[in-house]
Antibody, heavy 120, light 107 residues
């Protein structure tokens, strides 16, 4: 059973960079055909796909966030990560990592989510 | 960007009822449509992909239909654990937009 777990600071100051890591267990992040997604959910609101990184390191980002997002993968640690720069209060959300069954954003296994609050 | 509009935003039903939730895309997306279920405080769970393919392990009381711009999620017999929120997601093109959600409440 594949499991994902987000980790990182729960509080980030405005203008700084939000950094999160997702650790994958029960399966290899290098397995072909899978893409590793980040999705966020603003408090009490709907879901927003942030982007994905493949095991080879190729990435695709939501155009609305593209200028501030960097995703990477560390196959030796079975982890992938998200960096979101120049954050504002509007970036306060629960951030989920998830396994994509292909490059379409369809996610079958999700982490539990981690709340990141942007505040001084 | 493709806009996804779910209706209704909320609905009230009773245990055992059959309910349907609609998702409409702002342009044709073929069958590139997923449905997720989200319980309070939990991550979404994939129920249906490609408009009508039931994800492994998901009970057959959930079914999906539709093509083009109009899609439907049907729950055949509501059980207490089904009174939660449901989201559609287009996978036709980035940014893989989600609908705003439909909350199913107990009447």
């Amino acid at each position: 059973q594949v499991q994902l777990q987000e980790s990182g600071p729960g509080l980030v100051k405005p203008s700084q960079t939000l950094s999160l890591t997702c650790t994958v267990s029960g399966g290899s992040i290098s397995s072909t055909g899978f893409y590793w997604n980040w999705i966020r959910q603003h408090p009490g609101k709907g879901l927003q796909w942030i982007g994905y990184v493949s095991f080879s390191g190729s990435t695709f980002y939501n155009p609305s966030l593209k200028s501030r997002v960097v995703m990477s993968v560390d196959t030796s640690k079975n982890q992938f990560s998200l960096k979101l720069s120049s954050v504002t209060a509007a970036d306060t959300a629960v951030y989920y990592c998830a396994r994509g069954i292909d490059s379409s954003g369809t996610s079958d296994y999700w982490g539990q989510g981690t709340l990141v609050t942007v505040s001084s | 960007d493709i806009q996804m509009t779910q209706s209704p935003s909320s609905l009230s039903a009773s245990v055992g009822d059959r309910v349907s939730i609609t998702c409409r895309a702002s342009q044709s997306i073929s069958n590139y449509l997923n449905w997720y279920q989200q319980k309070p405080g939990k991550a979404p769970k994939l129920l249906i992909r490609a408009a009508s393919t039931l994800q492994s392990g998901v009970p057959s009381k959930f079914s999906g239909s539709g093509f083009g711009t109009d899609f439907t999620l049907t729950i055949s017999s509501l059980q207490p654990e089904d009174f939660v929120t449901y989201y559609c997601q287009e996978t036709f093109g980035t940014p893989y937009t989600f609908g705003q959600g439909t909350k199913v409440e107990i009447k």
